[in-house]
């Protein structure tokens, strides 16, 4: 049915227009108490098989929905009516700001793929914070906010940008991801690189405790699947040094070469991230990478590529505790997240696993 309506009307329309529509219709039924619930019960049922620990946070499981569809935390119990086990809202930049010119997002329907340059638009740190603390939830879902660098501010005031966000928005997340990772801000990547990254995620470490006092809120990084091999081995050290809580492994690509990529050339060549299925390979590369650099001294999320349950197991097996979707979402429709779980709830029990947490980083830690 929603493939039929995809193809009928969202293909039809321009693909931020159709963000905006869906993700108006989500928040509208989450207003309405009793088709919330009905909506829960279908789309949402609960394993409790899966239920996840990670992060010191409790979940109902470890799928959840990645940064950028929700980047004004103005849609978390919608979201969570669909049954994310939880919600990175964001990017946040320290300002406002309205991102890169329109047209900024386009759709690979033949390589089930999105290319975005969206440039972190968003109302600002302060609004959204405002927005968190005002939330009265109606679903219990665990809520990340996902920071990033003000297109204005200048790279050597980057730091004193990240800080102003954390110290803003760390009381009210249940975790923190600092954003270093997205090509469509100019000079952002370079923040990657250990010399720049160990003086910010400090700062920011101190900003988020000095916020929240006695709790602390859980720091992660978000990576790119770009980085040369020994510079993923070199922020996995860092984070382990730093002890950092995790690392998000992976945020979109530039690369278009080696991809398989079959949709028009006019639009493979859009400059911005490309996301969704052809960064399968390199976003569980990474994340093997990763597990086998830090083992589970850090938490791993994995991300990149995840359309299916099977794709969601071989993230956990390959070291991700809480695994993270986007671009299937645009393509799957309002069902899918009860697809994943259903299906890793079967895989689990045909697995020589009794939890979850006992699969993490098995293909890694036993090789066949």
Do not use: C
Not at 87 to 109: C, H, S, W
Not at 148 to 154: D, E, L, N, W
Not at 236 to 241: F, G, P
Not at 310 to 322: F, N, P, S
Request: net charge positive; proline share 5%; glycine share 10%.
């Amino acid at each position: 049915m929603y493939k039929f309506f995809f193809d009928l009307v969202f293909t039809r329309m321009d693909p931020e227009q159709a963000h905006h529509l869906a993700f108006r219709w989500i928040r509208l039924l989450a207003r309405i108490p009793v088709l919330r619930t009905f909506a829960a019960a279908a789309l949402a049922p609960r394993h409790p098989e899966l239920r996840t620990e990670a992060l010191g946070l409790r979940m109902h499981g470890p799928f959840g929905l990645a940064a950028g569809f929700d980047k004004n935390a103005v849609g978390i119990d919608g979201l969570s009516m669909l049954g994310f086990d939880h919600v990175e809202i964001g990017t946040v930049t320290g300002e406002a700001q309205p991102g890169n010119p329109k047209k900024r997002l386009f759709r690979l329907v033949a390589d089930r793929a999105l290319i975005n340059r969206m440039g972190f638009n968003n109302e600002g740190s302060l609004a959204v914070a405002a927005r968190l603390a005002s939330r009265r939830p109606v679903f219990r879902t665990v809520v990340g906010v996902n920071i990033g660098k003000t297109k204005a501010v200048a790279e050597a005031d980057a730091v004193a940008d990240y800080v102003k966000s954390a110290e803003r928005l760390a009381p009210h997340a249940d975790y923190l991801v600092v954003n270093v990772s997205s090509p469509n801000t100019p000079g952002l990547r370079d923040l990657q690189a250990t010399e720049a990254l160990r003086p910010l995620l400090g700062a920011v470490r101190e900003a988020a405790d000095r916020a929240t006092g006695d709790r602390r809120v859980p720091l992660l990084v978000k990576i790119a699947p770009d980085l040369a091999d020994e510079d993923v081995d070199a922020v996995a050290d860092l984070a382990v040094e730093l002890g950092l809580d995790g690392i998000i492994a992976t945020n979109t690509t530039i690369a278009r070469e080696g991809l398989g990529l079959r949709s028009a050339p006019s639009v493979v060549k859009e400059t911005g991230g490309l996301s969704g299925a052809p960064l399968k390979g390199r976003s569980l590369e990474v994340l093997r990478r990763l597990y086998a650099r830090a083992g589970d001294r850090i938490t791993l999320v994995g991300v990149g590529g995840v359309e299916t349950a099977e794709d969601a197991w071989q993230r956990i097996l390959a070291g991700a505790t809480l695994v993270q979707g986007y671009s299937a979402f645009v393509y799957e429709g309002p069902f899918w997240t009860r697809a994943v779980h259903k299906g890793l709830a079967a895989r689990l029990k045909a697995s020589p696993y009794a939890t979850l947490a006992d699969a993490v980083g098995a293909d890694v830690r036993n090789p066949a």
